[in-house]
C-alpha cells in the first residue's frame, strides 16, 4: 500500500532565472527552518535547522549536513551547537563547565547525561 504524507521541499539553483538547475557548489546553503519569538519590537530567531551542501555535488549526487543553532540567553544571534555531516554521525559543540557531565559514545550512538 503506498504511503500517503504531507511533505515540505526547499531546493536551491544556482541558476538566475526560473527552471533553471545550475548545480550548487560545497558548503552553500539549501534551505532553513527559523523559529522565532517577538520580543515586544521584533521577531527575534530562537533556533534553527538549515541544511547545507556538504561536499562536491554531482549527477544524482548530493552530499548534505544538517545544522541546529540555538541562541543563548542574552544574546540575539544562534550559535551552531550540533551538525549531522554527510558522512554521518553527530557532531556536539559544548562548553562545559566544572561538574557538568561530558556526553559519552555508547555503542552506535550518543549518550546525552
Known amino acids: ?11 536551491r539553483s544556482r541558476g538566475t ?5 545550475t548545480v550548487v557548489d ?14 515586544g519590537t521584533d521577531f527575534v530567531e530562537a533556533a534553527s535547522i538549515t541544511g547545507f551542501v556538504d561536499g562536491t555535488p554531482g549527477a544524482n549526487d548530493m552530499p548534505g549536513r544538517l545544522v541546529f543553532s540555538t541562541t543563548a ?8 551547537r550540533m551538525r549531522i555531516p554527510a558522512a ?6 559544548t562548553t562545559l563547565s ?7 559514545t555508547s555503542g552506535a550512538g550518543i549518550t546525552f547525561p
Open 1 to 11: 500500500m503506498p504511503q500517503c504524507f504531507s511533505s515540505v521541499y526547499l531546493g
Open 17 to 21: 532565472s526560473n527552471n533553471s538547475y
Open 26 to 39: 560545497a558548503n552553500d546553503g539549501l534551505g532553513k527552518l527559523s523559529f522565532q519569538g517577538a520580543d
Open 73 to 80: 540567553d542574552g544574546s540575539a544571534t544562534p550559535t551552531e
Open 88 to 93: 554521518g554521525g553527530v557532531q556536539c559543540k
Open 98 to 104: 566544572v561538574g557538568d557531565a561530558a556526553p559519552s
